[in-house]
């Protein structure tokens, strides 16, 4: 079994799969405004990657009475405060789980879903060593300038996949495409998607973030008939 570490400083979690022996890879996964660490399971349970451990955290925050709902960051004065809380408590989750399981940095990958995707930005290029992809779904770049001189050069060149949906209310495709402008000026390594969708992840979204993942976890894609079927598993 994987060792689980406890520290004062850890976020509550779930990992999945719970019986796993051996991980190479990991995929943390932080959950978008007022949910938690349930938010992303359905998501993750069809991935199906061997030998791949998901992490699920709940954010540290609230900004209501129900116990359930957690936040990364408020729209209060307190935002910077708690967004450099946030990004120190998700950097000390990696350097965590790369002790505690002896998996590489750049098999590390972030993944996040709207408020969850401006954290796995905002901490995933701060971060001190390379990554091996960030993956932020419909979210954007928060206090940009801010950003812009303190990205580490560990991961200057780290695969981004943006996703965003053309029906999406909440955070728009035109923030999606200033997100892409902004990182994009800075050189870094970017698939950029939109989707016929809402504020939501849609199965043709989730179809390319498998193929992202399995293309950088095991550099083939998917339907290369090399792949065949050995990097998947029914869980």
């Known amino acids: ?76 004065e307190k935002r910077i405060e708690e967004l450099t809380t946030s990004r120190g408590l998700i950097h000390h989750l990696i350097d965590e789980t790369i002790d505690a399981i002896d998996v590489a940095p750049e098999n590390v990958f972030l993944l996040g879903f709207s408020q969850g995707a401006v954290m796995v930005i905002d901490s995933g290029l701060r971060y ?23 990205r580490h050069p560990s991961n200057a060149r780290v695969p981004v996949f943006l996703g965003y949906g053309r029906r999406d209310k909440i955070v728009t495709v035109d923030t999606g495409r200033e997100s892409y402008t902004f990182l994009n000026k800075f050189g870094y390594d970017i698939e950029y998607h939109e989707y016929e969708s809402a504020h939501r992840i849609s199965s ?29 598993v029914q869980f």
């Open 1 to 76: 079994m994987i060792e689980k570490h406890e520290s004062p400083m850890n976020l509550e979690r779930l990992t999945f799969p719970d019986d796993l022996i051996r991980a190479d890879y990991v995929v943390i996964c932080l959950h978008g405004r007022n949910a938690n660490k349930h938010a992303f399971l359905p998501f993750v349970r069809q991935m199906h990657f061997l030998h791949s451990l998901w992490i699920l955290p709940t954010a540290p925050f609230q900004e209501s009475d129900a116990s359930d709902e957690a936040i990364w960051f408020s729209k209060t």
């Open 128 to 150: 001190h060593r390379r990554l091996g992809g960030l993956l932020p779904l419909s979210g954007f770049v928060v206090y940009p300038e801010q950003l812009a001189e303190e």
């Open 204 to 232: 043709h979204e989730t179809r390319d973030i498998r193929g992202f993942l399995h293309r950088h976890m095991y550099g083939i894609s998917l339907d290369d008939p090399r792949s065949r079927d050995e990097h998947i």
